[in-house]
């Protein structure tokens, strides 16, 4: 667990497979703001196809994946369905947490 409240460790199910076939499990998320919100909102991939919102605001609120970093959209396109069903209900938990925020981080 980080330090700071408003970064949260996580742990995927099945992890990112790199190129190199390294797997990239661990990561930090942190609370999303308003300005991601508007950022996303912006975006032209999102405006086209408002399915890849969810990739949008993970890759904002996602600041490490295993040694990966910046985490991309186009980078999370490629982890597995069940690390972005993880990813999402993680997102919604840290970011929906009964109006306060959490001090372990647990999920």
Avoid at 6 to 30: A, C, Q, S, W
Avoid at 95 to 105: T, V
Wanted: proline residues 3%; positive net charge; charged residues 20%.
């Amino acid at each position: 667990m980080t330090n700071n409240y408003t970064y949260f460790e996580f742990t995927l199910p099945k992890g990112l497979v790199d190129t190199n076939g390294g797997i990239h499990r661990h990561g930090i998320m942190r609370l999303v703001t308003g300005k991601d919100e508007i950022v996303v909102h912006k975006d032209s991939r999102v405006q086209q196809e408002s399915y890849y919102r969810i990739l949008v605001i993970l890759s904002r609120a996602i600041t490490r994946l295993g040694n990966l970093s910046p985490v991309t959209p186009k980078l999370l396109e490629q982890i597995f369905l069940i690390d972005l069903i993880y990813l999402q209900n993680f997102f919604n938990h840290i970011n929906q947490h009964q109006g306060g925020l959490a001090r372990s981080g647990e999920y």
